[in-house]
């Protein structure tokens, strides 16, 4: 048990399918956060929700979109995906928004897309 | 601009051997926290050490350790007794302390331990 759960762990999608990629934390933790991870690149922040609110978006396209029903699970529903968003999206969640980051964050092991 | 530069793509140790890896940083902000993530090929993005820059004894957690440098922006991580289950992916972040609260990565350094 990681803590943080992430499904499906492989995801192979056409450009015009919608899907969603799922975290789950037991952690009691009130912050989570969608990264996507390319080669070559620093992990990009795409989201972050505090307390089941949105209060990060950054410059992320439509065609993602998150949603924290709770503040156990977050959800990022995909639709329409180009090519280049093949990458690994990582969840990961802190104690808080504000503080907890400077203790550090607990990743769950990531969805590999893969946009055909 | 905020940035974390990790100058060795690739490294390569023999078990039980030393390695150090590098990693230097540019913040105008004077309180901030510096860390280590490592990601086995399993994915999981796991911490590995963390230091506060307003203290000055470096961190240590097990065989692992850094070499803290606030002047020179440097923060390397040593991993003592190399073991096959550190062959990994290794990060190097900071976050300010203020309000501007983002996670700055490093590329990362991917660490091989040979038997």
């Known amino acids: 048990e990681t803590g943080v759960t992430q499904t499906p762990r492989h995801l192979v999608m056409g450009m015009t399918n919608k899907k969603s990629l799922k975290c789950e934390q037991h952690l009691g933790h009130n912050a989570m956060y969608w990264y996507k991870q390319s080669a070559k690149k620093p992990l990009e922040l795409m989201f972050v929700?505090?307390?089941?609110?949105?209060?990060e978006n950054n410059s992320v396209p439509s065609r993602f979109s998150p949603e924290c029903p709770n503040s156990s699970h977050l959800f990022l529903h995909l639709h329409t995906l180009q090519p280049e968003d093949s990458a690994l999206y990582l969840c990961a969640s802190s104690q808080d928004y504000g503080v907890g980051g400077v203790y550090g964050y607990t990743f769950g092991s990531g969805t590999r897309l893969t946009v055909v | 601009a905020q940035t974390v530069t990790q100058s060795q793509p690739e490294m390569s140790v023999q078990e039980a051997e030393t390695v150090t890896l590098s990693c230097t940083y540019d913040t105008s902000e004077n309180n901030y926290y510096l860390f280590w993530y490592k990601q086995p090929p399993s994915r999981q993005m796991i911490l590995v050490i963390r230091?506060?820059?307003?203290k000055q004894q470096n961190a240590t957690e097990n065989r692992f350790s850094v070499n803290f440098q606030k002047a020179a922006k440097s923060f390397s991580l040593k991993i003592s007794d190399s073991q096959l289950g550190d062959t990994a992916m290794y990060f190097c972040?900071?976050?300010?302390?203020?309000?501007?609260?983002?996670?700055?990565w490093g590329l990362g350094t991917s660490l091989a331990v040979n038997p």
């Open positions: 929700y505090s307390l089941e609110e949105r209060v």
């Open positions: 230091q506060e820059a307003y």
């Open positions: 972040a900071f976050i300010n302390a203020g309000n501007n609260r983002k996670l700055i």
